[in-house]
């Protein structure tokens, strides 16, 4: 069983690197790295959140379940998302990982759509570059193993 990280992965995404990526594992840490959720300046938040009970009806649209302030989607709120917290004592900050679960269930059913929804308050071109990358992964059949 092959573990991959993050610079391996953003390697041969970049094409900079040729290795067999196919049918790898991965950490919902190094996918969240991967994708850049994190913020630079916190530990306890995450630029989408990925429900891990995500599921819509075929017929139901993308705008029809984000609410929007003067024509805005929002993000889905963190509360919603699996997550796990890591206290360090009083010597470093807390530290939240976010969607360990919801990154398992997106790729185990290859739903596009729920990384649509969830990023669905990206500006465009963010949005299209995340998409990116999770069809790459989508491609490689890169398996997500979230902390637990």
């Known amino acids: 069983m092959a573990f991959f990280d993050t610079q391996i992965i953003s390697y041969v995404f970049k094409g900079k690197n040729d290795f067999n990526l196919n049918r790898g594992k991965v950490s ?4 969240n790295e991967f994708l850049e959720l994190y913020f630079p300046c916190s530990s306890t938040t995450s630029k989408c ?23 805005k989607p929002l ?5 919603r998302a699996d997550n796990i917290s890591i206290n360090l004592g009083n010597e470093f900050s807390s530290i939240v990982e976010f969607n360990g679960l919801g990154f398992h269930d997106a790729l185990k059913n290859k739903d596009l759509l729920a990384f649509k929804v969830a990023t669905y308050h990206y500006e465009k071109y963010e ?22």
């Open 75 to 79: 993000a889905f709120c963190k509360r």
């Open 49 to 71: 959140y990925i429900n891990p009970t995500f599921s819509l009806p075929i017929n139901t649209g993308i705008k029809e379940i984000s609410k929007s302030i003067n024509g």
């Open 127 to 148: 949005q299209k570059k995340l998409l990116q990358k999770v069809q790459f992964i989508f491609d490689n059949e890169i398996t997500c193993y979230p902390l637990n």
């Open 28 to 31: 919902s840490i190094v996918l």
